[in-house]
């Protein structure tokens, strides 16, 4: 069974910087299509970045140009380079692995994110 585990979060000021990081267990890691989300007080849970397993990345709107996601499949970690940050950058974020045939999932239990001066 696949277990991931976030690390990384913490409070930084606005325009900071941050790294997080989410490692999996499992020797088929490299077959998942690994992401990032975020759920803010009160608000709906949504969905940062992905990366594929062929390596190809999504991003939410709101976060182009100032986060980047990564993978190690060596290491069986992905990562979330959070630059620039805001304080509506502020949330827990999760870590969350999938694939298909068939469809199963894996979630983290989060890391909090502050952003405050």
């Known amino acids: 069974q696949v277990r991931l585990v976030e690390s990384g979060g913490g409070l930084v000021q606005p325009g900071g910087s941050l790294r997080l990081s989410c490692a999996a267990s499992g020797s088929i890691f490299s077959t998942y299509t690994m992401a990032w989300y975020r759920q803010a007080p009160g608000k709906q849970r949504e969905l940062v970045a992905f990366i594929a397993s062929s390596g190809s990345t999504h991003y939410a709107d709101s976060v182009k140009g100032r986060f980047t996601i990564s993978r190690d499949n060596a290491k069986n970690t992905v990562y979330l380079q959070m630059s620039s940050l805001k304080p509506e950058d502020t949330a827990v974020y999760y870590c969350?692995?999938?694939?298909?045939?068939?469809?199963?999932?894996?979630w983290g239990q989060g890391t909090q994110v502050t952003v405050s001066s």
């Open positions: 969350k692995a999938w694939k298909f045939g068939p469809y199963i999932d894996y």
